[in-house]
Structure formats: C-alpha cells, structure tokens
C-alpha cells in the first residue's frame, strides 16, 4: 500500500496487503528486515528521523513501532472500531 524512505535515503520500507512491513536496502535492493505481526492489510509504514525505528498502521486496528534493526516489536497501539489507515513520525522540537 505505501512505501517510505528512511532519512539517509539507505532503506526503503513497504506496507504490504500480506499483513508485512519490509526494510529494503536501496542500493542492492535486497530484503534487509522483516516486520511481521500484523493481524490484516498494512496501510502505512515509515521510519523515524533517526532511522532506529518503523511504525506501521493497519486493517487489524492497529498501529505498531518496531525496532528497524532487529525487527523486534516495541509498542503497539489498538483502536477499537477504527482502522489505522496512517501513519507517522512527529520530530521532537527542543
């Protein structure tokens, strides 16, 4: 459904209908990372500014924040009657 570049333009992530968020290498275009846990469809995926972390919203009602390193989920977030079309990383302003 979407895909995002990482700030360093080095890494590409996918939000895919197979219920998978990928991290690709832009160079090589080899599969670096795979994010699974998603119940349903992955709407939307992008990276932090400082490129240590995915989040992903999905058709399971759910948004996700992974670790882009090790793939290891860190938080997740449900909404009970709405699905997660969107998402994004706010940078932190001092």
Same mark, same amino acid.
């Given at each position: 459904?979407?895909?995002a570049f990482s700030f360093d333009d080095? !890494?590409?992530?996918?939000a895919c209908r197979d219920k998978i968020v990928r991290i690709w290498d832009t160079q090589s275009?080899? !599969?670096k990372r795979t994010l699974a846990g998603h119940q349903d469809s992955v709407r939307s995926s992008c990276f932090s500014a400082d490129g240590n972390r995915v989040i992903s919203a999905s058709d399971d009602r759910t948004a996700r924040i992974w670790d882009a390193n090790t793939g290891e989920? !860190?938080?997740e977030f449900s909404f009970?009657?709405?699905i997660a079309s969107s998402c994004d990383f706010t940078p !932190?302003?001092?």
């Open positions: 459904y979407n895909c080095k !890494l590409i992530v996918t275009g080899q !599969l989920m !860190l938080s009970n009657n709405n !932190l302003h001092p």
